[in-house]
């Protein structure tokens, strides 16, 4: 990333107690259960375990990782305490560096009987969430000169007269909570993330501006329609139709699309509207035998005003390792989506 575009950062980014952040969103939610919802911990007996990869607007100014998102998740089901549990380590990066949240995640969940085959599940995570800021990539308007940009006639850098925030390293406690209900059929739920507001700012320029980083408010609901019933040999079908909004202070997005799991062989699509402007279609081609399964998605650009050539659209690729012996275990709900 050249330094003339880390000044576009500067205004992002760094006065973030005025302008509110909001969280990295997977494409493929289904693949980072705990990042949607913490009521989704425990969806598995045996130890769940989801690596995912984001790179966001792949061309952005001619750079390849201008927003980079990694995340690392476990998670199983106690019977005996009829409770999940799990962790997770989520790194977000943008502007190659320039802005670096860390945040490592506890999450607990507890399931509940309603009828014979309708269950519902409580879910909290708690975690420290650490946001960085590398002050030397960042560039200021008393080091643009007129006639030679970044430097002097003679090649000389110019200074900058402006002073670091005492703290580049900011260090919050961040809580948040779920609540799901689901049957054999259909699952639904609503998430409330950052439920304390945790503070991230680097300049506190004005308390009563700095209300924190924004509730996230997210809605999620899905089906799953058997297509060809699976045995103790072959992977069965099926088809999961699903819908998710999410709010985030002043953004806002809905994704509407279907699953499909057809034996070995899975893919996906779905379209995103955020706030009021249409913003991507995401297809989804993936593989899954026995405990691995491996997806890739693409989110292709539909606003004409922001179109793919632009920013590239954005890649993701997910790594699930369900360590369920094949079929040892007969869920009696719509979660084949979320394994």
Same mark, same amino acid.
């Given at each position: 990333? +050249? ?13 973030? #107690? @005025?302008?509110? &952040? ?7 939610f289904f693949a980072s ?33 201008? *927003?980079?998102?990694?995340?690392? +998740? *476990? ?18 990066? !943008?502007?190659? %560096?320039?802005?670096?949240?860390? =945040?490592? +995640? %506890? ?12 269950? !519902? =599940? ?14 030397? =990539? ?11 940009? @970044? ?21 919050v406690v961040d809580v948040?909570?779920?609540? @799901? ?5 259909? *699952? #639904? ?5 950052? @439920? ?33 019933? %699976? ?17 985030? %202070?002043?953004?806002g997005q809905i994704n509407? #699309? ?8 899975? !893919?996906?699509?779905?379209? /995103?509207? !955020?706030?009021?402007? +249409? ?8 593989? /899954?035998?026995?405990?691995? /399964?491996?997806? *890739? ?9 922001? &179109? ?16 369920? =012996? ?14």
């Amino acid at each position: 990333m +050249s330094r003339q575009n880390t000044f576009i950062f500067l205004v992002a980014f760094l006065f973030s #107690g @005025l302008v509110n &952040g909001q969280d990295p969103i997977y494409s493929q939610f289904f693949a980072s259960p705990l990042q949607l919802n913490p009521a989704f911990t425990g969806n598995t007996e045996a130890p769940h375990v989801a690596l995912n990869y984001r790179n966001q607007w792949s061309t952005f100014s001619n750079n390849n990782q201008a *927003y980079e998102t990694f995340s690392a +998740s *476990y998670s199983q089901f106690s019977r005996r305490l009829n409770s999940g549990y799990g962790l997770m380590l989520l790194a977000d990066d !943008a502007g190659q %560096g320039l802005i670096k949240t860390t =945040k490592a +995640s %506890g999450f607990y969940a507890y399931r509940l009987q309603v009828t014979r085959e309708i269950f !519902a =599940k409580i879910g909290v995570e708690a975690g420290l969430l650490q946001t960085r800021l590398a002050w030397s =990539k960042l560039t200021f308007g008393d080091q643009l000169d007129d006639l030679n940009g @970044l430097t002097t006639a003679g090649g000389t850098a110019l200074p900058t007269q402006e002073i670091p925030p005492i703290d580049l390293n900011k260090l919050v406690v961040d809580v948040s909570t779920g609540f @799901l209900i689901y049957g054999p059929s259909f *699952y #639904g739920g609503v998430s409330l993330k950052h @439920l304390n507001t945790p503070n991230e700012a680097f300049l506190d320029v004005n308390e009563n501006l700095n209300t924190g980083l924004p509730l996230r408010l997210t809605v999620h609901a899905g089906a799953e329609i058997t297509l060809v019933e %699976g045995n103790k040999r072959k992977e069965g079908s099926f088809i999961s139709p699903n819908i998710m909004y999410i709010k985030q %202070g002043d953004f806002g997005q809905i994704n509407v #699309g279907a699953y499909a799991g057809l034996g070995l062989v899975y !893919a996906g699509l779905w379209y /995103r509207h !955020a706030n009021t402007n +249409s913003d991507a279609a995401i297809v989804l081609i993936g593989v /899954r035998k026995d405990f691995f /399964r491996i997806g *890739y998605s693409y989110d292709i650009p539909v606003n004409p005003n922001f &179109g793919i050539n632009d920013n590239g659209g954005s890649h993701e690729v997910s790594l699930i390792f369900n360590f369920e =012996k094949p079929h040892s275990v007969d869920y009696n709900d719509c979660f084949n989506l979320f394994r």
